[in-house]
Nanobody, 115 residues
Framework: VQLVESGGGLVQPGGSLRLSCAASGFTFSSYDMSWYRQAPGKQRELVAG????????NYADSMKGRFTISRDNAKNTVYLQMNSLKAEDTAVYYCNAKHRWYDFWGQGTQVTVSS
């Protein structure tokens, strides 16, 4: 099982980034997918989630209207489009896959929002 995040980096406040998470080793279309983040000294928090067939999404309140989660089951990939980035969005962003008792995590990708 592998979840490989990409797309992180340094961006100025107000900028945008698109994160990707490529999945392999399991039946991607059966899993609910989520993005979490963890800032230094803080607990890991949910950013956004999307159901296995993509019909349902949910977002943390502070991300609503700025972030968009999507998935392409044909490519076994989940995305996180992040717009209007703020300094407080700086964190390591993790991809998560859940189905029944299965719970997989990626290694994370660093997002730094700074001028």
């Amino acid at each position: 099982v592998q979840l490989v995040e990409s797309g992180g980096g340094l961006v100025q406040p107000g900028g945008s980034l698109r994160l990707s998470c490529a999945a392999s080793g399991f039946t991607f279309s059966s899993y609910d997918m989520s993005w979490y983040r963890q800032a230094p000294g803080k607990q890991r928090e949910l950013v956004a989630g999307i159901s296995s067939v993509g019909g349902s999404t949910n977002y943390a309140d502070s991300m609503k209207g700025r972030f968009t989660i999507s998935r392409d089951n044909a490519k076994n990939t989940v995305y996180l489009q992040m717009n209007s980035l703020k300094a407080e969005d700086t964190a390591v962003y993790y991809c998560n896959a859940k189905h029944r008792w299965y719970d997989f995590w990626g290694q994370g990708t660093q997002v730094t929002v700074s001028s």
